[in-house]
């Protein structure tokens, strides 16, 4: 029984089955680096409860109809302050960033005594919505 009209023939076939395969492969590679990339804006198990009471609820101070948190902007962080302006340290990169002093929560309690951010890269541009400090920052 005879598949192919020529040996040129069944290797093109080779290769066509063989580049489809390795396409495939990368998109499957790709799709598995994004999947992982979205793990790293979940909620430590530890932070689920302030979540629950606290982010989903924190309205932004510059403007008390506007959220803080789409699920994934906020988390506890590192602050500190040079000169009388406060940073923050980011948790995609470890990069310090200016937070504005109008970002800043005085309605509210603190939910646990941490520091917490909200903010998020858009395109090239990191926005940040709201912070609180941590007691005894």
Known sequence: MKFFRSATEAINVA???????????????VGLRVAGGAELHRHPQQDALIHERFYNTWMRPDDRTLSCCDLEDCYPAEFKNEGGTWFFRRREDGEWMVIPASKFESERDNPDGRNH????????????????????T
């Open 15 to 29: 290769i066509v089955a063989a580049v489809v395969f390795v396409t495939l492969l990368g998109w499957a590679c």
């Open 117 to 136: 951010i909200c903010a998020r890269k858009t395109g090239e541009m990191w926005l940040v919505f709201c912070a609180i400090l941590g007691h005894g």
